[in-house]
Each structure stands twice: as structure tokens, then as C-alpha cells.
Nanobody
């Protein structure tokens, strides 16, 4: 079964940091772009960041540019999202999704979704 599993979420104070992981099982992340998405309470799912294969080029939403960093470790079949300077507006469920490399890294192109991990930024 093709699966992505997110981990690393939790409660963090404003200004703090978290590092999320997205681990693949049942398939290799080679040939896939991997995106991070989030859904805040009462809002729709939004695109946050994406990392391509094989060139590892990245993109970020304006809302996280300069504070979030996406990376991938092909040997571990895992993609990461380092989140720094977190503010309460970042509170959301964070999802990773796999996109076949020929497709744009956008929500309609995701072929495998993770289950999500909760990030809460609060004092």
C-alpha cells in the first residue's frame, strides 16, 4: 500500500520551531515531487511548499517564505519541513502529498496523501 506518514507536530510557543517529517512506505519518493500543505481551523487546505525530483528545486508560499525550509533525504525516503519563527497563524493540520514528477505540485495533482499532523502555536 502506498503511504505517507507525517510526524513531528505538537505544541510550540510563538517564536519557536518544529521540524516535520514525511516518510514514505510502499514506494520510493524518487520521481515524485513532495509538497507540504496545511489546513487551519475553518479554512480550506492551502499549499505551503514543494520540493522537486531530481533537481530538488523548491517553492514556498508567501505566507511561509523565509521561515520554513523544505528538504528531502532520498536515502531515508523522507521529506522534511523545518518551521522557524512560528506564530499562532501557523496553527493547522499539516499534510504532505506526493505528485508524479510530470505534474504540477498543486493540490489536484496529489496522488498520495499523508494523514496529517497537528501543529499548535500558542503560549
Amino acid at each position: 500500500q502506498l503511504q505517507l506518514v507525517e510526524s513531528g507536530g505538537g505544541l510550540v510557543e510563538p517564536g519557536g520551531s518544529l521540524k516535520l517529517s514525511c516518510a514514505a512506505s510502499g514506494f520510493t519518493l524518487d520521481n515524485y515531487a513532495i509538497g507540504w500543505f496545511r489546513q487551519a481551523p475553518g479554512k480550506g487546505r492551502e499549499e505551503i511548499s514543494c520540493i522537486n525530483y531530481p533537481d530538488r528545486t523548491t517553492k514556498y508560499a508567501d505566507s511561509v517564505e523565509g521561515r520554513f525550509t523544505i528538504s528531502r533525504d532520498n536515502a531515508k525516503n523522507t521529506v522534511y519541513l523545518q518551521m522557524d519563527s512560528l506564530m499562532p497563524a501557523a496553527t493547522a493540520i499539516y499534510f504532505c502529498g506526493a505528485v508524479w514528477m510530470a505534474l504540477a505540485c498543486v493540490i489536484p495533482s496529489v496522488v498520495v496523501w499523508g494523514q496529517g499532523t497537528q501543529v499548535t502555536v500558542s503560549s
